[in-house]
């Protein structure tokens, strides 16, 4: 009676050791997600946990890139990049591991049909056979077939968020090359120009030195500023063309010249919303798969703890033979066995505890991860939001200098002209336009990428 109860107490507390087993998966509370956003730049991300569906992370990239050219440009990206068919063909792996996980539930079945020819001294031969099959079936006592079901498919949704992540970095990144090439083309544009306006005026100096009207210094010195600016031109063109057959390799085509718009054109939303920290939790696709790992792990040590407690196997047999009786005579009926089998875990426990240590120390180690994935997003939201600010304010800046310069420069040639002025001023102001001009078109280029950056940071290109 004694080591009945000794027996029951021992089951007992087997059993209530065993119920974190069968617990799911469930997000850490003390998570760095209040202070995710600077206050400073998003105060109103801290006035409400409701979820702001007006977030620049929930529009469409239809909607937010609404040139034509380049909506084209990134749906030939999103059928043809091979980063992205390799991520779709992981996912289609992880189901096909998740099905696999499912189907361990249900007990094996084999079919092993045997069959002979029998002789006694060379006489009288006889057909034996034995038309049999065996079944095996593993009753998921403590949770191991359950835990390793959940793991598959928290690495299935790892999977898909990796997908995602691929996605939204393709839709980024073919955004910010086509931003590229437009200000490269605007810069070709306006050094262009100034190769022109340069060319007239080295000839003009060349005409002024044979009536003695100028020096030749100064026509040296226009021709060599000339040359630095033609060098110039040359390399904006080699830009121009390493940028779209990098383009081109992003769509998974050959090189070729890109069909696109102007600079002038694109177009941002005039008010950008970011929403609340925690929308990055479901938002942001590397987030989430720095979650579904940290999930993974833990169904790993789980399944790690199952296997401190039995498992339980049940099997049997039957077919049908004609080899029961005498060789001759040949009877037939039916063979069965059936067995069950308690594997209790007991000399191997050293190893098992090492199992669960090394499982535990992942899953601390994915934990770490996730957290840094939290803080990495914040940190890329604030520098987004951050970047889009000083750009416009670059921008409107460098234009004010632009106007200013217009006019230094168009008073340069009149004094230039009426020689009350030097051809060293005139040049100084030239130079400085120029600067004043490229540095306007970057200001615009970076108000565009930083936008981009901030629609990817907030997980924008959501299927």
Not at 34 to 43: F, G, I, K, Q, T
Not at 194 to 209: G, H
Not at 268 to 293: C, F, K, T
């Amino acid at each position: 009676m004694a080591a009945g109860k000794a027996a029951l107490a021992a089951a007992m507390i087997m059993m209530m050791g065993s119920c974190s087993i069968y617990r799911k998966y469930h997000r850490p509370e003390d998570l760095p997600t209040d202070s995710l956003y600077r206050a400073e730049l998003v105060p109103e991300a801290m006035e409400t946990d409701e979820p702001d569906t007006s977030s620049l992370g929930y529009m469409s990239w239809e909607e937010l890139f609404t040139d034509p050219c380049l909506q084209d440009l990134i749906r030939k990206g999103l059928d043809n990049n091979v980063d992205l068919q390799s991520a779709i063909l992981r996912v289609e792996q992880a189901k096909a591991n998740l099905s696999a996980a499912r189907w361990a539930y249900a007990p094996s079945i084999n079919l092993a049909p045997q069959g002979g020819l029998n002789s006694i001294n060379a006489e009288n031969a006889s057909w034996s056979y034995n038309l049999g099959g065996s079944v095996s079936w593993d009753v998921d006592l403590f949770g191991s077939l359950l835990n390793a079901k959940r793991g598959a498919q928290a690495t299935l949704l790892q999977q898909q968020a990796y997908q995602q992540a691929v996605r939204s970095q393709l839709i980024a990144t073919i955004a910010n090359t086509y931003f590229s090439l437009l200000m490269l083309d605007e810069q070709v544009r306006i050094s262009g120009e100034n190769v022109t306006i340069f060319e007239e005026q080295v000839r003009a100096m060349e005409a002024m030195l044979k009536t003695g009207k100028t020096n030749e210094n100064a026509v040296t010195q226009a021709r060599a500023n000339l040359y630095g600016l033609e060098a110039s031109y040359a390399d904006l063109l080699r830009q121009q063309k390493e940028t779209e057959n990098a383009l081109c390799s992003l769509l998974g085509q050959p090189s070729m010249p890109i069909v696109r718009g102007t600079l002038e054109e694109q177009t941002v939303p005039s008010e950008i919303s970011v929403g609340i920290p925690l929308q990055l939790l479901s938002n942001r696709p590397d987030v989430y798969q720095a979650e579904m790992a940290l999930a993974s792990a833990y169904y790993t040590t789980n399944q790690a703890r199952s296997a401190f407690y039995p498992s339980l196997n049940l099997s049997g047999s039957a077919g049908w033979t004609n080899s029961l009786g005498q060789a001759i005579t040949n009877p037939a009926g039916w063979l069965m066995s059936a067995l069950g089998q308690l594997a209790i875990p007991v000399f191997n426990q050293n190893k098992l505890r090492a199992n669960l240590k090394v499982s535990k120390a992942g899953e601390e180690i994915a934990l770490l991860n996730y957290r840094q994935a939290l803080l990495n997003a914040g940190e890329q939201v604030n520098n987004a939001l951050y970047a889009v600010e000083i750009a416009q304010e670059m921008y409107d800046k460098h234009m004010s200098q632009v106007k200013d310069l217009e006019r230094t420069v168009q008073t340069s040639e009149m004094l230039y002209e009426r020689s009350t002025g030097t051809y060293l001023e005139l040049l100084s102001a030239r130079q400085s336009l120029l600067s004043a001009q490229l540095n306007a078109v970057a200001d615009q280029f970076t108000r565009l990428q930083s936008v981009v950056s901030l629609y990817q940071a907030l997980g924008g290109g959501k299927e």
